[in-house]
C-alpha cells in the first residue's frame, strides 16, 4: 500500500506549473506587442505602396529640407527641455534627499502629484494658464512650448535624481570637506560623480520623450511647431505608412541608442566606476 501510495505523489499533475511556464505570458506579450510591432515597421520603411522593396522612404527623408529641419528642431526642443529641467531638477532633488530638510518623502510626493493628473488634461490647463498671462502659443511658440515640456518632464528629472542621492556616500562627502574643499570642490569632485548614473537616467527619460512627443507641441504652440512625433502622426494619419514607418524607425535605433548609454551606466554604477 506505502508503494503505490509513493506512486501516486510521484505522478505528474495537470495543475502542476514549471517556473519556465511563469514567463509564458511575458513572451507573447513580447511577440504581439514588440517584436511584430518593430516587424512591421521595418517592412513598411524599406518597401512601397506595393509592397516592393525600396530605399524611397530613406532617399526621400534625407533629401527632404523639411524633415531634417523637423528633426533638427525637435532635438533643440528636447536639449532645451533637458538642460533646464537638470539646472531645476539637479538642485531640488539634492534638496528633497537631504534627510534633515524632507524626513517622510511628503515633498517628493508632492513633486509627482502632477503625474497622476491625465496628460492631456495637464497640457490643455498649461495652455489656459499661458494664455492667460500674456504667453500664448501663438506669438510665443517655443517659450509656450519649453514651459509645458518642462512642466510635465521636470518629474522624470526629479525621481531618478533623488533616488542616486539617497545612495550618496555623506562620508566621503564629510571627508572631502574636513580635508578643506571648499563648497565647489566637494560638489564638483564629491557629489557630482557620485550623482552621474542619476544624470543619465534623468537625460535619457526626458529627452527622447520629448522628441517624440506631439500633444505638448501642438497644443502650447497652436500648430506652429512640428516635432518629431507630430511628423510621424501626420504620416500615419495621411496613410503614408511607408515614410511614416521610417521615421518611427529612426526614433526606434536613436531610443537603442539610450538604452546601450543606460545600460552601461547602470554596469558602471555596480561596479562603482566610471562610464
Not at 78 to 86: E, K, N, S
Request: net charge positive; glycine share 6%.
Amino acid at each position: 500500500m506505502k508503494s503505490n501510495n509513493v506512486n501516486k505523489s510521484k505522478r505528474p499533475s495537470l495543475f502542476t506549473f514549471k517556473r519556465k511556464q511563469l514567463c509564458i505570458p511575458y513572451v507573447v506579450f513580447l511577440v504581439l506587442f514588440i517584436i511584430i510591432p518593430i516587424l512591421l515597421i521595418v517592412y513598411y520603411a524599406f518597401t512601397d505602396s506595393n509592397g516592393y522593396f525600396t530605399f524611397d522612404s530613406l532617399v526621400g527623408f534625407f533629401s527632404s529640407w523639411t524633415k531634417i529641419n523637423v528633426l533638427f528642431v525637435s532635438f533643440y526642443i528636447a536639449l532645451l527641455t533637458t538642460i533646464i529641467c537638470l539646472l531645476i531638477g539637479y538642485p531640488l532633488a539634492y534638496f528633497l534627499a537631504d534627510k534633515k530638510v524632507n524626513k517622510n518623502a511628503v515633498l517628493v510626493t508632492l513633486f509627482i502629484a502632477p503625474m497622476w493628473i491625465n496628460f492631456v488634461l495637464r497640457t490643455g490647463a498649461t495652455r489656459d494658464l499661458l494664455t492667460w498671462i500674456g504667453i500664448s502659443g501663438g506669438e510665443h511658440p517655443y517659450i509656450a512650448t519649453l514651459i509645458g515640456m518642462v512642466y510635465n518632464y521636470l518629474p522624470f528629472v526629479i525621481l531618478p535624481l533623488y533616488t542616486t542621492m539617497l545612495k550618496l556616500d555623506k562620508s566621503q562627502i564629510e571627508a572631502a570637506s574636513d580635508l578643506g574643499a571648499n563648497p565647489f570642490q566637494v560638489f564638483y569632485k564629491s557629489i557630482l560623480p557620485q550623482s552621474v548614473p542619476g544624470i543619465i537616467s534623468a537625460i535619457l527619460m526626458t529627452f527622447m520623450p520629448t522628441m517624440s512627443s506631439y500633444v505638448i507641441s501642438d497644443t502650447l504652440s497652436e500648430g506652429k511647431i512640428t516635432l518629431f512625433g507630430n511628423y510621424i502622426y501626420l504620416d500615419f494619419s495621411n496613410s503614408a505608412w511607408n515614410d511614416g514607418s521610417f521615421m518611427a524607425l529612426i526614433m526606434l535605433a536613436i531610443v537603442g541608442i539610450s538604452m546601450i548609454i543606460q545600460s552601461r551606466a547602470d554596469k558602471a554604477e555596480a561596479k562603482g566606476g566610471n562610464l
